[in-house]
């Protein structure tokens, strides 16, 4: 609670190479959202008075944030065009912000003030390796999603699927990695052994003097280049077995901690690639009616490896349509229930989930948040 605004927050952290970052962003981030949403407290107490909950002189009526104004100059009066007497006139933009992204601003804070304090006070206390966060928060209606990493979250809704969540990984944000090295300039992120420019395989010394395909940051398609000794440098981003990694090393490049992380073997840091900026995508529950079984599910990326976002959303509904209505944990059950099918069953050839499929041996954790307003969404 907030000087009276209460709100309410889950989070799911992912750690790797230690667990340290995550417990510390599991006891701490909470509070720096708290602190981040202190000093809106003013702003949104106000709002809620405010139909389109909109900040500007005149409420915004319509999805458009930006107006054209019109405005006289203070030189000048009626006259012949380009004379001192012509009334000048300007248009400028004039946005309108509504509350909404202040929240989603104070959400962003909060992630790069709990990266900060971990790269603060990893030494004293001993905090090891990164972690993914994805976190929710419900406030005067709304639910606001942030996710930083490959956790995920989906809305299911009468049936519908409502992504809430992106994940980010170094084939989903290749072209920003790409760019970080051009638009600033620094190849020695790269310690000359790596290159920013991605090939469709990897290439071996006897291709020299040949063309091969590539592309750069600025590009989606595919163009060919002259291969020479350059060329010959590990790529920025690699595919081992199933996944993406930053210089061989991380499959995700958005999260917390990771101050220490290096190249294996080597003096290169990965965190320059890495970002702490999460994701936000909000969700207007009065908007909408939902029903017992219209929940928000999140889910760390060892679920999501093995299980589509329509068989989560299935699993749950089904699940939750056998409960008794009145039982109280019938979405904790819910949530056991698709861990155990991304776990799968013991057979002959390992753990193995519907159609034969390998099941996750991936840590999972998962939380099913009932979405009708008759709950408190606790």
């Known amino acids: 609670e907030t000087d009276g605004i209460t709100f309410y927050y889950w989070?799911?952290?992912?750690?790797?190479?230690?667990?340290?970052?995550a417990v510390m962003a599991s006891k701490l981030l909470q509070h720096h959202v708290v602190e981040q949403l202190q000093d809106l407290?003013?702003?949104?107490?106000?709002?809620?008075?405010?139909?389109?909950?909109?900040?500007?002189?005149?409420?915004?009526?319509?999805?458009?944030?930006?107006?054209?104004?019109?405005?006289?100059?203070?030189?000048?009066?009626?006259?012949?065009?380009?004379?001192?007497?012509?009334?000048?006139?300007?248009?400028?933009?004039?946005?309108?912000?509504?509350?909404e992204y202040l929240v989603i601003g104070a959400i962003e804070n909060a992630f790069k003030e709990m990266d900060s304090q971990i790269e603060r006070e990893r030494t004293s206390y001993i905090v090891t390796g990164g972690c993914t966060a994805l976190i929710v928060i419900y406030l005067l209606g709304k639910l606001y999603v942030g996710n930083a990493g490959d956790s995920r979250a989906i809305i299911i809704r009468n049936g519908e699927i409502i992504p809430m969540s992106s994940e980010f990984t170094p084939e989903t944000e290749r072209?920003?990695?790409?760019?970080?090295?051009?638009?600033?300039?620094?190849?020695?992120?790269?310690?000359?052994?790596?290159?920013?420019?991605?090939?469709?395989r990897r290439v071996q010394r006897k291709e020299l003097g040949k063309k091969m395909l590539y592309r750069d940051f600025n590009m989606t398609g595919w163009e060919f280049i002259l291969f020479d000794e350059n060329r010959l440098l590990l790529p920025l981003i690699s595919k081992e077995e199933k996944r993406a990694r930053v210089m061989?090393?991380?499959?995700?490049?958005?999260?917390?901690g990771d101050h220490d992380l290096k190249v294996h073997d080597s003096n290169i840091h990965i965190k320059p690639f890495l970002s702490c900026t999460p994701?936000?995508?909000?969700?207007?529950?009065?908007?909408?009616?939902?029903?017992?079984?219209?929940?928000?599910v999140l889910a760390t990326d060892g679920l999501w490896d093995v299980l589509s976002n329509e068989?989560?959303?299935?699993?749950?509904?089904?699940?939750?349509?056998?409960?008794?209505?009145d039982d109280p944990h019938r979405y904790t059950l819910a949530a056991q229930d698709v861990v155990m099918r991304a776990r799968g069953v013991l057979?002959?050839?390992?753990?193995?989930?519907?159609?034969?499929?390998?099941?996750?041996?991936?840590?999972?954790?998962?939380?099913?948040i009932p979405l009708m307003h008759g709950n408190k969404l606790s």
């Open 175 to 200: 072209q920003r990695l790409q760019y970080l090295l051009v638009a600033y300039m620094q190849p020695q992120l790269l310690g000359n052994e790596f290159t920013h420019l991605e090939f469709p």
């Open 279 to 296: 994701e936000v995508r909000v969700y207007d529950l009065l908007q909408h009616e939902h029903g017992a079984d219209d929940a928000l």
């Open 41 to 99: 407290v003013d702003i949104l107490k106000n709002s809620t008075s405010l139909p389109p909950t909109c900040l500007g002189d005149e409420p915004e009526t319509t999805s458009n944030s930006r107006t054209l104004t019109r405005a006289a100059s203070l030189r000048g009066s009626v006259g012949a065009p380009g004379s001192p007497s012509t009334p000048q006139t300007r248009f400028f933009i004039e946005k309108k912000i509504t509350y």
């Open 248 to 256: 061989a090393t991380i499959g995700v490049t958005r999260g917390l």
């Open 347 to 368: 057979k002959d050839r390992g753990w193995r989930i519907s159609n034969d499929r390998l099941g996750s041996g991936d840590d999972i954790s998962v939380y099913v």
């Open 11 to 21: 989070a799911l952290f992912d750690g790797h190479a230690g667990a340290g970052a």
């Open 311 to 325: 068989e989560v959303a299935d699993a749950i509904t089904n699940f939750l349509a056998n409960c008794d209505p």
